[in-house]
């Protein structure tokens, strides 16, 4: 028999809150974290609207500010969720081997010095060309080794594995919009075939920056709605125009049953499937049919041995944009085919944006917070419907349910794609 997987502590930092509490009641009450741009002077994009992570900084969880001021922005989100997380399961209080415990991450890229990038290409500005040796030599004068450092991905999971003296398996996968959800799905699966124990996994992300706005307003992805910010992402909607980039990280424990029941930990649910696709079409473009979304949720369902009838709530990827939205909706109909419409659908990207690497961990947490709660949070901004979104997206009021288990999509740019099924500790037994 393969090893059980539960979750024994969370953390979040988020536009909707700084813990897991605070955020899900704003999730509950339908609040919108989505706002002007702050991080930067946006000015002359064509979105200047996100949802920004707002006045928090590491000392909040009795962290040095200044050392890590040094780090990434999303690494400083990390580590504020990990910290809620490693105190919440009480992992470390348990002399757990330190070979036993590992990391893994969907971490996106760290800083971006947009201002020392434009001094060097101002720098290598001839006319008529372009002089790479004054570009260069001007970023030998402004640049910063160790700060260059941190824009690597896999920096996130360093520095929680030396926090945390997390000797174990340490890896990063940075699969778009996926990543934290494979990052939760591959640690999973270390911890069924007996390679750790415990594992800190989920994902960290801010793509609120000069570079990411650009890349996402070229892809026209973003919605434009910049005079009406919290109406912006509106998942599903016929007026929707596109997502709203947001920020944060969402770390959880995840550790083996058996360790877990000896130690007397709370268990705040099991992850019990978990299913990863590729699209294999198009690196901007999800297939028309569905056909990538369609496996990973089957293989999900599969591998947790559940039946449709099983699956009381999906919290889908819903970013609001116009073929993701329809794609997904035709997609929970080749899965579920006449429970379909049956089925409780909602995206909490509607009032917290797109974290980007680190949404699928944050949307995992959500479900397992519906399941204790017996409550669905809703789809806001759900006005106007459209044709080819004809599902139940429980529009803009949170919904009371009795959930058995849960579905989290995550559907990422370049055709990845990832569902994980999570539900209550099986066979009623707790800790």
Known sequence: MRRRVVVTGMGVINPLGHDVATMWKGLLAGQSGVGPITIFDATGYPTTIAAEVKNWDVSRVGEDKAYWDKRGRHTRFAVGAAKQAIQQSGILDSKIDPTRIGVYLGAG????????????????????????????????????????????????????????????????????????????????????????????????????????????????????????????????????????????????????????????????????????????????????????????????????????????????????????????TLACKGVFGDRAKATPISSTKSMMGHLIAAAGATEMIVCLLAIRDSILPPTINQETPDPDCDLDYVPNVARPAKIKAALNNSFGFGGQNVTLAVGPLRNGSGA
């Open 109 to 328: 890229e760290g800083n971006q010095n947009f201002a020392s990038f434009t001094s060097m290409v101002t720098a290598g500005l001839r006319q008529g060309g372009f002089d790479l040796g004054a570009f260069l030599k001007r970023g030998l004068e402004i640049m910063d080794a160790a700060a260059e450092l941190e824009q690597e991905p896999n920096m996130p999971a360093a520095h929680l594995a030396d926090l945390f003296n997390a000797q174990g398996p340490n890896s990063n996968c940075l699969t778009a919009c996926a990543a934290s959800s494979q990052a939760v799905g591959e640690a999973t699966e270390l911890i069924r075939c007996g390679e750790a124990d415990a594992m800190i996994a989920g994902g960290c992300h801010s793509m609120i920056h000069p570079f990411g706005l650009t890349g996402f307003s070229l892809l026209t992805t973003l919605s434009e709605r910049n005079s009406d910010p919290t109406r912006a992402s509106r998942p599903f909607d016929r007026e929707r125009d596109g997502f709203v980039l947001g920020e944060g990280a969402a770390i959880v424990i995840l550790e083996e049953y058996e360790h877990a029941r000896k130690r007397g930990a709370e268990i705040y649910g099991e992850i019990l499937g978990y299913g990863s696709t590729a699209d294999a079409y198009r690196i901007t473009d999800i297939h028309p049919e569905g056909r990538g979304a369609i496996g990973c949720m089957r293989q999900a369902i599969a591998d947790a041995q559940l039946n449709l009838e099983d699956i009381g709530y999906v919290n889908a990827h819903g970013t609001s944009t116009a073929v993701n939205d329809r794609t997904e």
